[in-house]
């Protein structure tokens, strides 16, 4: 077994015995979850906020973060902590001192701080390119991140946690993300200076199914007008329906899309032959095409980053989207009154569909871009028009 060197405060160790060390900060304790890397140079508060990475710790391989701090308005879950996030975070550099006027007055802006507060388990001081190259070449691991400032660890029994754990393929996480009870949103996109405005809806009613949403998705779809319901996971498409609604959007989440669609599926299904204007969001893409008859897959490394090209064949445009995702489509198993919409220029994997007789599309990636580029913010205004 590995032996610890001195001043060793953190570490990483998967499940096939490696085991990296390095300066323990954020959360004390023991985090289990898969490593997977994020790309993004910005916008650590919102990736590490993000539902869809629920059971996950991430490696962030811009090497400085820390600096912008944190603050009220840039997480992006509806609630909770690491629970249903990131569980852990993983860094080149211990996290930098905030310097940036967003940030939380005093010792409440800090990374450190707020990881702490979180409960989010992290470790610096490692080598996160080569830990990157591991993941690009064998798939992402599973892990176990723990931090104790005294560096005592049980070396061998964090390897038995890492390799008992079976992985999220069969995983329903979106349950534990998703509200408990339906609410309004009226909160528009950022603006300078004022902030996130509040909307006045005077256009066409949305309901949003929530399997992990991200506030900024919410704030997207509110700044075109829409009168936005939020309803669980668990929500049926008769009840849906019973709202009225002009327009449902399948919101973002983590997990495996075939073991939520067990029962979101079937009302996915409902909701496509209702005639109802609908679009899907990562989590909700795939499990609209699991409804209308493809298949999902695994991901070695999955897509986590806001620098991916992306092919809108509708248009022959490329955008630079925003992606966090651990499944895909099978672009193979597309029925024939399915339209492929978008396309990976990084792997050639499906990024988006549309039924060819029905106003019914989704995308893999983050239209609102939340962290990353404005490219797909287009994706809002198209589902709009849908709906009259």
Known sequence: MTELLKGVTGVLVLADGTVLQGVGCG???EALGEVVFNTAMTGYQ?????????SQILAFTFPHVGNVGVNVEDVEQMGGGSETAARGAIFRDVPTDPANWRATPGEGGSLDGWMTRRGVVGLAGVDTRALTAAIRDNGAPHAVIAHDPEGRFDLEALVAKARAWTGLVGLDLARDASTLQAFDWDEGVWDWPEGYPRVDAAGKSVVVIDYGVKRNILRALASTGAKITVVPASTTAEEVLARNPDGVVLSNGPGDPAATGEYAVPEIKKLVDSGKPLMGICLGHQMLALALGAKTVKMDQGHHG?????????????EIVSMNHGFTVDRDSLPDAVQETHVSLFDGTNCGIALKDRPVFSVQHHPEASPGPTDSLYLFDRFRQLMG
Do not use: Q, R
């Open 27 to 29: 959360a004390t304790g």
């Open 306 to 318: 806001a620098n991916h090209p992306v092919k809108d064949l509708t248009t022959g445009k490329v």
């Open 46 to 54: 919102e990736i590490l906020t993000d539902p869809s990475y629920m």
